[in-house]
């Protein structure tokens, strides 16, 4: 109760206080959010793609607040979020993992906000996520990339299996928080699939519609 007087419960998409029968998101909020529809990229190598909102306005600014000022407490909601999309869908995998960031941008923005994500999202469904991959090189952010063929290149081989992961015959399903074009998933569904997992999937919170 001392918390909640300190530090009220907001909205993660407009920062509106919610009442005390509201969660995560506010009513006006929650009414306007509506489901992903219209088509996505597929990533390379990857069997299906599940998408819980659009990548518009206002959850955009939100997931900017989330990866650049600091806002990992929202991961709570977003994982919720994107947990009720996965059960929606009646997606069916053996492991959940994340595409990570590097070691240089996680110590500068403190927390990896797609493992946030997929820990978050795996408690919603009663289950736990592995660290499967790693980002042993650091590049310049994609967000700063336009051009799709650029976007590729610019992530080939800055992914590998961390010491120990054993994927052989797993169905993964792989968790980011945005899709765009689909060249960091893909690059990471095809590390996962040269380890041997027998399928990738993707799940993302937002993804640009094409």
């Given at each position: 109760?001392?918390?909640?007087?300190?530090?009220?419960?907001?909205?993660?998409?407009?920062?509106?206080l919610?009442d005390g029968?509201?969660?995560?998101?506010?009513?006006?909020?929650?009414?306007?959010?509506?489901?992903?529809t219209?088509k996505?990229?597929?990533?390379?190598?990857?069997?299906?793609?599940?998408?819980?909102?659009?990548?518009e306005?206002?959850?955009?600014?939100?997931?900017?607040?989330?990866?650049?000022?600091?806002?990992?407490?929202?991961?709570?909601?977003?994982?919720?979020?994107?947990?009720?999309?996965?059960?929606?869908?009646?997606?069916?995998?053996?492991?959940?993992?994340?595409?990570?960031?590097?070691r240089?941008?996680?110590?500068?923005?403190?927390?990896?906000?797609?493992?946030?994500?997929?820990?978050?999202?795996?408690?919603?469904?009663?289950?736990?996520?592995?660290?499967?991959?790693?980002?042993?090189?650091?590049?310049p952010?994609?967000?700063?990339?336009?051009?799709?063929?650029?976007?590729?290149?610019?992530?080939?081989?800055?992914?590998?299996?961390?010491?120990?992961?054993?994927?052989?015959?797993?169905?993964?399903?792989?968790?980011?928080?945005?899709?765009?074009?689909?060249?960091?998933?893909?690059e990471?569904a095809?590390?996962?699939?040269?380890?041997?997992?027998g399928?990738?999937?993707?799940?993302?919170?937002?993804?640009?519609?094409?």
């Amino acid at each position: 109760a001392l918390l909640e007087l300190l530090y009220p419960s907001k909205c993660v998409l407009c920062g509106k206080l919610l009442d005390g029968n509201e969660t995560n998101l506010c009513g006006n909020c929650r009414r306007a959010l509506q489901p992903f529809t219209g088509k996505a990229a597929k990533p390379a190598l990857t069997s299906s793609v599940t998408v819980a909102y659009a990548y518009e306005d206002p959850l955009r600014q939100s997931l900017l607040r989330y990866k650049f000022q600091g806002r990992s407490y929202y991961a709570g909601a977003y994982g919720a979020m994107l947990g009720m999309q996965i059960l929606r869908e009646h997606l069916e995998f053996d492991v959940i993992t994340w595409v990570p960031v590097s070691r240089k941008r996680r110590r500068k923005r403190g927390y990896d906000q797609a493992e946030l994500l997929a820990k978050a999202t795996a408690q919603e469904l009663g289950r736990r996520a592995e660290p499967l991959l790693e980002k042993f090189r650091d590049i310049p952010p994609q967000s700063g990339i336009q051009d799709a063929a650029r976007r590729k290149a610019n992530v080939l081989g800055v992914y590998r299996m961390r010491p120990g992961a054993a994927v052989q015959g797993k169905r993964v399903l792989l968790i980011d928080d945005i899709l765009t074009t689909g060249a960091t998933l893909g690059e990471a569904a095809r590390v996962l699939m040269e380890a041997g997992a027998g399928e990738v999937q993707v799940a993302v919170l937002a993804a640009a519609r094409k």
